[in-house]
C-alpha cells in the first residue's frame, strides 16, 4: 500500500502531463502510467496503479494502488468521486482525517471486496447508504452531519433525529 503523504515526506515527486503520469525521485522513475480519458493507469509485474482526475480545477483529486487506498491525513477536499467504485479489486480504502465533504457514494455498496473502511473526521454529510459490512460507528465518526445506521443519529424524517450545532 502507498500513502501519497508518506511518498511526499520521502522525496518522491508526482508529475502529471494531459497524457502520462509518473512518481520518482531524483532521476529514478519509480511508477509510469498513461491517460485514458479521465484515468490515468498503469498494469506493471508489481501492481496496478489508478489516478484519478478530479473535476474540480482539473486537479488530480486520488491516487491509487487498485487493491488499497490510504490517503488519510492529506488535507483533501472536495467530494469521494464515484470512480473509486470501479475499482472493484480494491481492499482497503481510508479516505480518513480529511476535509472531504458530500454525501458517501452509495456506489461504495458495489465493492465486494473491500474489507476495510474509514471516512471518519471529514466533513461528510446526508444518510449513510447501505454498507452492510461496515457496522462500526468509528469508520465514520468526526462527520457531524452524517446520519443513520450504524451512527446513533436518526436522518430527518425519523423520529429521533438529532441536529447538530456549529
Known amino acids: ?7 511526499s515526506l520521502d522525496g518522491y515527486v508526482t508529475t502529471f502531463t494531459s497524457d502520462k503520469w509518473k512518481i520518482s525521485k531524483g532521476d ?4 509510469w502510467g498513461t491517460k485514458n480519458m479521465s484515468l490515468y493507469t498503469t498494469t506493471n ?10 473535476t474540480e480545477d482539473l486537479n488530480l483529486s486520488i491516487i491509487a ?8 491525513w492529506n488535507n483533501l477536499t472536495g467530494v469521494i468521486p464515484d470512480e ?32 476495510r473502511l474509514n471516512l471518519s473526521y471529514n466533513n ?17 465518526e468526526g462527520n457531524p452531519s452524517l446520519c443513520g ?8 424524517g425519523n423520529s429521533t433525529f438529532r441536529q447538530t450545532n456549529f
Open 1 to 7: 500500500m502507498i500513502s501519497i503523504r508518506q511518498l
Open 84 to 115: 473509486v467504485s470501479s475499482l472493484s479489486a480494491l481492499h482497503i480504502l481510508n479516505l480518513s482525517h480529511n476535509h472531504l465533504a458530500g454525501p458517501i457514494p452509495p456506489s461504495l455498496s458495489s465493492l465486494t471486496s473491500l474489507a
Open 124 to 140: 461528510l454529510a446526508g444518510r449513510i447508504p447501505p454498507l452492510p459490512k461496515f457496522v462500526d460507528p468509528s469508520i465514520f
Open 45 to 54: 509485474g508489481y501492481g496496478s496503479a489508478t489516478v484519478v482526475e478530479g
Open 149 to 156: 445506521a450504524p451512527l446513533p443519529s436518526k436522518c430527518p
Open 28 to 31: 529514478m522513475t519509480v511508477a
Open 65 to 72: 494502488i487498485v487493491d488499497s487506498i490510504d490517503l488519510s
